[in-house]
Structure formats: C-alpha cells, structure tokens
C-alpha cells in the first residue's frame, strides 16, 4: 500500500523548533520532489518547502526563510523538515507530498495539484 506518513508536529512557544518527518511505504521516494505544504485555517494550502529528488534544488517561502531547513535521507526514505524560531503564523497542518520526477531530478513544483501523493497532515501549533 502506497502511503506517505507525516510525524512530529505538535504544540509549540513561540521561538521553539520541530522537526518534521515524512516517511514514505510501499514505494522509493528516490525518484520523487518533496513539497511540504502548509493549510491555515481559512486561507489556501501553501507551499512551505520543497527538494528535489537530486536534493540539489530546494525552495523556501519567504516566510519560512532562514529558519526551516529541508533535508531528505533516501536510505530510510523520509524527508525532513526542520523547523526554527517558530512563530504563531507558522500554525497549520502541515502536509508533505511526492511528485514523480524521475526526468527532471532537479525540478520541484510550487503546485500543489502536480502532487502524486499526500500524506495525512500533521497539526503544528505555536502559541504561548
């Protein structure tokens, strides 16, 4: 069965850091570009971060800038999202998903419909 399984989120003070993880069954993420995608209650779903399956190409919203890191580890076939200096407007569920790009191993897509696969979405809450 073909499932991506996001984990880590949870209930943050501002300033605090989560680690985000997203591991994927029943298939090789080794052919696939990330995207981490972020919904807040009432506005659109969000591209936050995405990697390439080279993992030589990444993006980061300018919101996010300076302060997640995205990382991949094709040998326990998850990618990461290392999340700093969180702040209230960071709260959302937080979903990851996989595009099949095996022609373009540096491509990545900010649209979150070219996305094959969604994991379940984990909650992240930064309040004090």
């Known amino acids: 069965q073909v499932q991506l399984v996001e984990s880590g989120g949870g209930l943050v003070a501002p300033g605090g850091s989560l680690r985000l993880s997203c591991t994927a069954s029943?298939?090789?993420?080794?052919?696939?570009?990330i995207g981490w995608f972020r919904q807040a209650p009432g506005k659109e779903r969000e591209a936050v971060s995405c990697?390439?399956?080279?993992?030589?190409?990444?993006y980061y919203a300018d919101s996010v800038k300076g302060r997640f890191t995205i990382s991949r580890d094709n040998a326990k076939n998850t990618v990461y999202l290392q999340m700093n200096s969180l702040k209230p407007e960071d709260t959302g569920v937080y979903y990851c998903?996989?595009?099949?790009?095996?022609?373009?191993?540096?491509?990545?897509?900010?649209?979150?419909?070219?996305?094959?696969?969604w994991g379940q979405g984990t909650q992240v809450t930064v309040s004090s």
């Open positions: 998903a996989a595009d099949y790009t095996v022609h373009s191993v540096n491509y990545y897509s900010l649209y979150w419909a070219e996305y094959d696969y």
């Open positions: 029943g298939f090789s993420l080794d052919d696939y570009a």
């Open positions: 990697i390439s399956s080279s993992a030589e190409s990444t």
